[in-house]
Structure formats: structure tokens, C-alpha cells
């Protein structure tokens, strides 16, 4: 029995699962590069400040919960992280799943499938899974991303008119009826202060775009709340005084009993945060030109949503607009996500008692614009103009992600894009006799016919040989009527055989042998060579009893060797 190589298992985590604060800290970190990431934690702390808490009172719960969410996670998110510029925080991804939890199985339950998601998520790192994420079928990320952006839209209607709704109902269709038939009770001191708010982040954004646009719009209608003493609901009024600090810990949130109702919901949230997070690294590589690494950042957001959880937070992964801003701030490492959630900490505890005074109308306004982002035109615009499946993907995705929910849709729409792929890719197979070719050229001269006229047949197989085009290929082969006495199937452009379409070339074989046709295989390259012999073995069949050629000029010259020893 092998024994356990400790000290090579050790290895290959650090070199494997090595933090990307650590890589930094390796090399030269000076007081310079500390003053750096502090004023991009600033600049990225103030952004965040009406997000988290927006986000929380979208998802169904406290405010506070979303600033202990942004300074936990983003503080675990760059320690443990695998990406240099990457903030953590609560997202508009997450609103939907958690509203539906909470209003279903109530917030202790939400603690329990976060803790559920955060080890999946680690043994999705662990196991390195985060290289097959960015597997994941582009229509189906902007088909469920847009359709989480309307449904965040949806959610803000009645706080952007201050409409008189006790209960609002949680379907997209009954939602928007309770809207249309409570117009008469719109808040007219709401109305001005979603106007007041939507000017002053779009004035900001567009002759400003680098200053805190969301933050002055909030501020800008709080302070018209607090001076003109508008009649609105505020964060004051309908959640009451925020902490000025975060809360104990609580260890005992774990509820074993709930496992298995949650565990969906724990494979949506875990799934949310691996792609999201992901996502947001790979945009700023592509900006920064640095190099993540996936594995230690899916490692790095079940850290962080296990931990956020003992602090009464909510789900939270990677943000990309947050984490453009921090790389657009000239951060230079991990440590300005850190210091991002010392400032949200301080503004915590100085500006807790303003903030009851926020109206709700100008978050619903954020909302409104982060869900607007989400909806993603241009992207959609881009699938809608490929191919008819991918389309039809998108659609399916976006539908089912209103109408039915997430769950559904992502599991729908990834099953329906693997099958239009495995349909794509059965069309690229290609099997053409020789006769039906393009004359080769051999030796500077054409092929000589008098090989075909003897009995020599050649069969170029092209593109990918598994079971979604193994119908095609059996009808192929089940038309030639004459059995020839040398067979040169020609599989250079055969990049890959799975198990069924090497069951189906052995079957072939099989019956070619039992007609004493002598068999060359041509130029088959190394996965499909391994995946035939591994089934040559077992069907008890001698590998040796066919010829192969690593070119066709060579398979010709066999052939022509055949043909005289069969003399």
C-alpha cells in the first residue's frame, strides 16, 4: 500500500492555495503601497455604504445586517482571497434567494444554508473545482443575471412611490398587480425625493464620474428629509436605530434538523457566489492584467460567508462594481480590502444615529440603477444575435428566473444548453470515402485508383467521436455493403472519442475482422488512441492486430504490402 507523502501534500496546498495577500507580502510592502490601498479603501468604503445597506432592506432585512455583511466579508474576502483587488460584500445576485428564505423558513434559517454554502463552497476549491466554473454557458449567466435585475427592479416600486401596501405579494405577476391597483396611494414627498436622489447621481455620475454618486444622492435627499421635515418612510421609522457597532458572535446557528430543506438553496446561494466572485476577478484581470487564482477564491467566499453568518450578515461573493472602483482607485494589493471594512467600521460607529434618517425612496432609487446593471442590454443585444439556440437559452433562463425561480431556471437553462451543444457538435462530425474526397496528392502524383479497384477502401473520420453523434456515424457504417479487403480509416481530425464512440469503431472492427478485412488506422492521435485501447481491453480484443500509420502517405505504403501478402 502507498504510503501518505505528508510533505508533498503540504507543497502543493502552499503552492496551490496560497493566499494572494501572501504573494504580496513576499515581495517588497512598503508604507508607499500601505498609503495606496488605504485611499482606495476609502473611496471604496464610502461606494459601499448605501449598497450594503439597500441590498438588506431589498433582501427582507435589517439595514445593519448589510454593513456587518460588507465588513466581514470584505475583510475575509481580501485575507484569504485569491485575487488581488477583489471586495466582498453583499450583491443584487443574492436578493432573491434570500428574500425568499427568509419569508418562507425566517432568518435563523438563512444562517444555517449560508454556513451550508460556505463549505461547498470550500470543497469546490479544495477540489479545485473553480477552473470548471468559467465552463458555465454564457446565455445562461445573462439569461438568470437579467432576469435577477427585473426582479430587483420589481421589488423597489412601492418604496420609489411610497405606495400604501401592507403586504406586497412575493410572485413577479401579483406584485405587479398590488402595484397598479394601489397607485391612488402614492406618497407625493417620496416622488420628489426619488427625483431629487435620480438627479443627483446621474448629474454626478455624468460630469463627476469619479466622485461617490450614490453616496451624494442619498445624501442630498436625507438632508432634504431632515430640513424640510418630509413625511416619508426612512430607515428610522421602519427599522428603527442602527448599531453602532457590529454584534457578538453567536456560535450556536447551526440547525442540523434543517440540512436537507436547505440544501438547495445552499447550492444556489454557494453557486451565486462562486460565479459572481469569479466574474469579478476575471473583469479586473482583464483591467489589471494580474492573474487570479479561482480555486483560493471560492476557498475565500465560503470563508467569508461561514464567518459572516456568525455576525448576523447575509450571503455575499466578490462585487464587481465595487471591485472595478478599487482597482480604478489605484489600489495595489489585498490590504485596501481590508482597510475597506476598517473605514466601513468607523462610519458605523460615527454615523449610526444619521442614519435613521434616511428616506427610502433614494435607496429604492440605487437599487433601481444596480438592478438596471444587472438587466445587462448590450449583453443580451449580443446573444440575441448569435445562434437561434443560444437564444433560445437566454430566453428560457430569463423566463423561468421571473416567473418560476432561480433554482429552476439555472438547472433548465444549463441542461438545454448542454443539449443544443452535444446537437452542434453531432453536426461537425463528417465521415467521407475516398471517392467522395478531394484527390490527395501522394508523392507528386494522384492517389492511384488500382489501390480502390484491388479493394482498398479509406474512410477520413472528422471532429469529435461521442455518443450525441454515434447514431450518425452506425448509419454510415452500416451502408457499406461490400466489405473491403483493407480498411484505412483515417483519424487525424478526430481531436476526442468518449466511451461510446469507441464501443462503436470496435463493433465496426469487430465485423470488418470477421469479413478478414485488414484494418490501418491512421494518424489518431493520443486521447483517442489511449480511449481505444483501454476498450480493446475490454472486450478481450489484441490491440496488435491493427495496423497503425502516423501518416497517410504511410497507411498507403501498408496497404500496398497488404495487398501483396493477401496474393
Known sequence: MKRFNWAKTKKSIKRHFTPKIVEIFRKKYTLKEFKRDCIAALTVSVVSIPLAMALAIASGVEPAQGLYTAVIAGFLTALFGGSRYQIGGPTGAFVIVIFGIVHQYG????????????????????????????????????????????????TQIKDLFGLDIADVPAAFLPKWESYLTHLH???????????????????????????????????????????????????????GSLPHFLPKPQWDIFNASLIFKMFPSALTIAFLAGVESLLSAKVVDGMSGDNHNSNVELVAQGIANIGTAFFSGIPATGAIARTATNFKANAYSPVSGIMQSVFLLVFMVALASVAQYIPLACLSVVLILIGWNMLGLDKIYQVMGAQAGDRNVLIVTFLLTVFVDLNTAISVGFMMATIIFMHRMSHEIEIETEDKMSREIFGGESLPENLMEKGVIALRVSGPLFFGGVNEIAHFFNQL?????????????????????????????????????????????????????????????DWHTISTASNYQNAVKMAKRCLRQIK
Open 107 to 154: 432568518y435563523p434559517a438563512l444562517l444555517t444554508t449560508m454556513i451550508m454554502a460556505g463549505i461547498i463552497l470550500m470543497i469546490a476549491g479544495f477540489f479545485r473545482f473553480g477552473t470548471y466554473i468559467k465552463y458555465i454557458p454564457y446565455p445562461v449567466i445573462v439569461g438568470f443575471t437579467a432576469g435577477i435585475g427585473v426582479i430587483l427592479i420589481s
Open 481 to 541: 455493403r461490400t466489405k473491403p479487403k483493407i480498411l484505412i480509416l483515417r483519424m487525424g481530425q478526430v481531436p476526442l472519442v468518449d466511451a461510446s464512440g469507441a464501443n462503436l469503431i470496435v463493433e465496426f472492427i469487430k465485423k470488418l475482422e470477421k469479413a478478414h478485412t485488414k484494418i490501418i488506422l491512421c494518424n489518431i492521435k493520443k486521447q483517442p488512441r489511449r480511449v481505444l485501447h483501454n476498450t480493446f481491453l475490454r472486450e478481450h480484443l
Open 185 to 239: 396611494t402614492t406618497n407625493i414627498y417620496a416622488v420628489l425625493i426619488t427625483i431629487v436622489s435620480a438627479t443627483l447621481i446621474f448629474g454626478f455620475k455624468k460630469f463627476l464620474p469619479k466622485s461617490p454618486y450614490y453616496l451624494i444622492g442619498v445624501t442630498g435627499a436625507t438632508v432634504l428629509v431632515v430640513v424640510c421635515g418630509l413625511s416619508v418612510d426612512t430607515i428610522g421609522s421602519k427599522f
